[in-house]
């Protein structure tokens, strides 16, 4: 399995950014997929789930503001951060758990910061 993700950058309070990851080496109707991202000085924290059948997920601090999707026939997933504050920084990483054992992506650098 490897998982490639991109889209990270330099955004205002208040901005949006998607990432992406590509997800190969595994059946992907068959992928649950995790966004996660670690802070300096801070614990990985989980972000997003996605599940093979269209469910999704979110922890109460990016709820109503992050959106974890879906295309199959790219393989890709994304994530859809709006209305980003300066606490979203990080880097951020997907991975895929429904192979048996948790692969990671390398992560892409998200900084909020005005």
């Known amino acids: 399995v490897q998982l490639v993700e991109s889209g990270g950058g330099l955004v205002q309070p208040g901005g949006s950014l998607r990432l992406s990851c590509v997800v190969s080496g595994f059946p992907f109707s068959e992928a649950i997929i995790t966004w996660n991202r670690q802070a300096p000085g801070k614990a990985r924290e989980w972000v997003a789930t996605?599940?093979?059948?269209?469910?999704?997920m979110y922890p109460s601090s990016v709820k109503g503001r992050f959106t974890i999707s879906r295309d199959n026939a790219n393989t890709t997933v994304y994530l859809q951060m709006n209305s980003l504050k300066p606490e979203d920084t990080g880097v951020y990483y997907c991975?895929?758990?429904?192979?048996?054992?948790?692969?990671w992506g390398q992560g892409t650098q998200v900084t909020v910061s005005s």
């Open positions: 996605s599940w093979p059948g269209g469910a999704t």
């Open positions: 991975a895929e758990a429904g192979s048996g054992s948790t692969t």
